[in-house]
Nanobody, 123 residues
């Protein structure tokens, strides 16, 4: 059982930056999971944003590549999403998710989800 709690969301002007955090807890080792970030705008589907493997390898959606950076600190059981050069189109609720390390980045591989944190970017 894994519990995930996101934080760090807020309101920022276009071109600004935010850093989201995802704290994991439970009777497990965070190193056994790959971690991902997803986002969902009102009335839209939940979309993939970024993923980081236990090895540190990362993968990004084309829409955020070069602007967002995912990282992890296993000792703190925390995953981060640094968001730079934010655009109004980035406005959404951002969710942290966990998957077994040997799984793919398929949506159904993410077994645990946080409650989400709101990010609002004004023009």
């Amino acid at each position: 059982q894994v519990q995930l709690v996101e934080s760090g969301g807020g309101s920022v002007e276009a071109g600004g930056s935010l850093r989201l955090s995802c704290a994991a807890s439970g009777r497990t080792f965070i190193s056994m999971y790959g971690m991902g970030w997803f986002r969902q705008a009102p009335g839209k589907e939940r979309d993939f944003v970024a993923d980081i493997h236990s090895s540190g390898d990362t993968y990004y959606a084309d829409s955020v590549k070069g602007r967002f950076t995912i990282s992890r600190d296993n000792a703190k059981s925390t995953v981060y999403l640094q968001m730079n050069s934010l655009k109004p189109e980035d406005t959404a609720v951002y969710y942290c998710a966990a998957r077994p390390v040997f799984s793919t980045r398929s949506y159904n591989s993410y077994n645990y989800w946080g409650q989400g944190t709101q990010v609002t970017v004004s023009s």
